[in-house]
């Protein structure tokens, strides 16, 4: 196989092969020296793959010119004079040219698996067939355009005090709407943080992450996606449509909506603000699926999100195989953390572990009462966690506890009202001491609403 593009694609891919080491790294594996009909870039690109095997880094111009001239001198003529035109070589279509190559990487990668697989399959090997395949499949879905994320501080300072004064930077926190928990998160939750609650079965959850959507649009004004991997759209929507209007699910449900005219003028206003999306269909949707789907929701639509939910973060897979529950979802969660950091906020939930009893139930949730994998908790810039007895879901109130934010002690709780009939999580009845068994019976020892400041603390560490 050889590259189907003319001379100048090929030195041009030479060049961004040398002076981006993120697109190096990614293609380096996929591209063979034979693909180049030139053969002094042949040459070439087997040099910095040698050198790379060696100091673990691509060489520079100067370093090829110095291998080009101890080879014979008619060839070493010929190489240093193609070396010297890689260095002006066209760089305009640099995006484009990433394109391309990653596509002819996966094509040449699925040409190689399906002439595997054909053989397994017709030597009988059906399961083995399927398996190599889908091995593929994954390695195919992984070939992908990386962004750079870098920053000239020092020649940007103006750029960035700019906007600060003009307020700009706030557009990078996204209200949760419970003006305590905004106290502990700053402002809010940050673009590239990730918060998770850990509650227990049914505890709300799903309900909680739908609040911080509703809050998000209302308060905020920023595009959310809602990615549900159990239950189904349909559910979601209704979920929704409970959240804004405050009217009873079940009564959504069957149609029965009161405020119809209203929630439609509302809805109205935040056109293109929602999207939700099911994974539903299946056990083994990871972060690439995701990632894929924010990509085609900015190619389709020009959208792309501010806030996702992820309802929730135990059932998304990780990448490639996994031995254990703890090593899936520890490598899942970095997965997570690592989407966050390309910009989005994300808001998560995970399950708690489940009691021996029911009166084994921790008055208070923490983070070391975390289901199977305590790493969860380590990649988390916010844990919190949702708290109530019998007696209080009754009452319709819970207790909200926020345990830690980044590298800050937050250790305080809020009671307030939920009704989980109406899908929302509402007026803050106070502070509480974390030390309280609960709210009921009896009213609850309330604090000043205005938070201490927050000392500041060693990275959160396990027990």
Not at 169 to 175: A, G, N, V
Not at 271 to 299: H, M, P, Q, Y
């Amino acid at each position: 196989m050889i590259f189907s593009f003319d001379k100048n694609f090929q030195f041009s891919l030479i060049r961004c092969l040398l002076e981006d080491s993120a697109f190096t790294y990614q293609v380096k594996d996929f591209i063979d020296k034979n693909y180049f009909t030139v053969p002094a870039l042949g040459w070439i690109w087997h040099s910095c793959l040698n050198y790379y095997s060696v100091y673990q880094t691509f060489p520079t111009i100067r370093v090829l010119k110095e291998l080009a001239s101890k080879l014979e001198p008619s060839i070493a003529t010929v190489y240093l004079a193609a070396i010297d035109q890689i260095g002006s070589a066209d760089k305009k279509d640099e995006d484009w040219l990433r394109d391309k190559v990653y596509d002819f990487v996966k094509r040449n990668l699925f040409v190689k698996a399906f002439s595997k697989t054909q053989v397994l399959y017709n030597e009988g090997k059906t399961d083995q067939s399927y398996d190599f395949m889908m091995e593929e499949l994954e390695k195919i879905a992984a070939v992908k355009s990386s962004v750079i994320d870098r920053s000239w501080i020092c020649d940007t300072l103006p750029d960035r005090q700019s906007n600060r004064l003009s307020g700009e930077s706030k557009e990078d926190i996204i209200l949760t709407g419970m003006s305590w928990l905004d106290k502990v998160l700053n402002g809010g939750l940050g673009l590239g943080e990730l918060g998770i609650w850990i509650g227990g079965k049914n505890s709300g959850k799903s309900t909680l992450l739908v609040n911080h959507g509703v809050s998000a649009i209302r308060l905020a004004n920023v595009n959310v996606l809602h990615i549900l991997l159990e239950g189904s759209l349909k559910q979601l929507e209704t979920r929704y449509d409970s959240a804004f209007s405050n009217e009873l699910y079940n009564s959504i449900k069957n149609g029965e909506m009161q405020n119809y005219t209203n929630l439609f003028n509302e809805y109205q206003q935040f056109k293109k603000k929602l999207v939700g999306r099911s994974f539903t269909d299946g056990w083994n949707f990871n972060i690439i699926d995701i990632d894929n789907e924010i990509k085609a929701l900015k190619r389709d639509e020009g959208w792309v999100p501010q806030l996702i939910i992820l309802d929730y973060g135990d059932l998304l897979y990780c990448r490639g195989s996994y031995r254990t529950e703890t090593d899936k979802q520890k490598d899942a969660f970095h997965d997570i953390k690592t989407l966050a950091g390309k910009g989005y906020a994300i808001w998560t939930a995970s399950q708690a572990q489940r009691p021996n009893q029911d009166n084994d139930l921790p008055t208070i949730l923490k983070s070391k009462d975390i289901a199977n994998c305590y790493e969860k908790v380590r990649i988390a810039d916010f844990i919190g966690s949702i708290n109530w007895t019998p007696a209080e879901r009754q009452a319709k109130v819970c207790r909200l506890y926020a345990e830690f934010y980044r590298d800050n002690e937050a250790d305080f709780i809020s009671a307030v009202k939920c009704d989980f009939a109406r899908m929302s999580f509402t007026e803050e009845i106070g502070l509480m001491s974390p030390s309280l068994p609960g709210l009921l019976p009896g009213p609850p020892q309330q604090v000043p609403i205005d938070l201490p400041k927050r000392r500041g603390r060693k990275p959160h560490n396990a027990g």
